[in-house]
């Protein structure tokens, strides 16, 4: 079986640029979160969603940041423009139902120069 | 706010060794989850607890979630170089919120 897809798996692109982060939950999983990691705040929530609805953007750091999900087996998160601050890796991850474990994608490593 | 707090933060251990790393909450939980992450990969599910003083194995790993479901731990006995990785706490309380890890490291 297919786990959680995310893509790309690296991207490095220059302050200002527009990033755009893909993710393609495990069919049938109907909860989708994306996180961010870093050294210096560990794993943060940013968003979730339940049946393709933003549940909480409570976590989203600022307007920068963006997130949809514009059907059950597609998610995307942009930000825009983008600043060093940002670089991290960014995870995505489904769940059959809350409450219940959470399947994490492999992450993609965003560095802004 | 809402926050879940784990110890220690880095462990050292010899081959062999028992391992233990403690979570918690400043809240009550519905339910606490286990996650470990590998050097270089995302986090991978082992277990859910949501009894009040529930306790679950998973052969050397021994997971408990406290009488008051504001605390949890997980012991792992006779570590192994397999075991090496950051072990994390979630606790759900709406969301779920992550602890900041154990980092445990395994001498051979």
């Known amino acids: 079986d297919a786990g959680v897809i995310q893509s790309p798996r690296h991207e490095v692109t220059e302050m200002g640029q527009e990033v755009t982060l893909r993710c393609k939950p495990i069919s049938g999983h109907n909860s989708l979160f994306w996180y961010r990691q870093t050294m210096m705040r560990g794993l943060e929530l940013l968003i979730y969603?339940?049946?393709?609805?933003?549940?909480?953007d409570s976590g989203m750091p600022e307007d920068r940041f963006s997130a949809k999900m514009p059907n059950a087996s597609f998610s995307t998160l942009k930000i825009q423009p983008s600043e060093p601050r940002d670089s991290a890796v960014y995870f995505c991850a489904s769940s059959p139902s809350p409450p219940s474990g959470q399947f994490f994608g492999p992450g993609t490593r965003l560095t802004v120069l | 706010g809402q926050q879940v707090m784990q110890i220690p933060q880095y462990q050292h251990v010899q081959e062999g060794e028992d391992f233990t790393t403690y979570c918690n909450s400043s809240?009550?939980?519905?339910?606490i989850q286990w996650y470990k992450q590998r050097p270089g990969g995302h986090p991978v599910f082992l277990i859910q607890l949501v009894k009040s003083g529930e306790v679950k194995k998973q052969k050397r790993l021994t997971f408990q979630f406290g009488e008051a479901k504001k605390n949890s731990s997980l012991h792992i006995t006779a570590t192994q170089t397999t075991d090496v990785g950051t072990y994390f706490c979630a606790g759900l309380k709406g969301k779920l919120i992550f602890g900041q890890g154990t980092e445990l490291s395994v001498k051979p």
């Open positions: 809240t009550t939980l519905s339910n």
């Open positions: 969603f339940n049946n393709n609805v933003p549940i909480d």
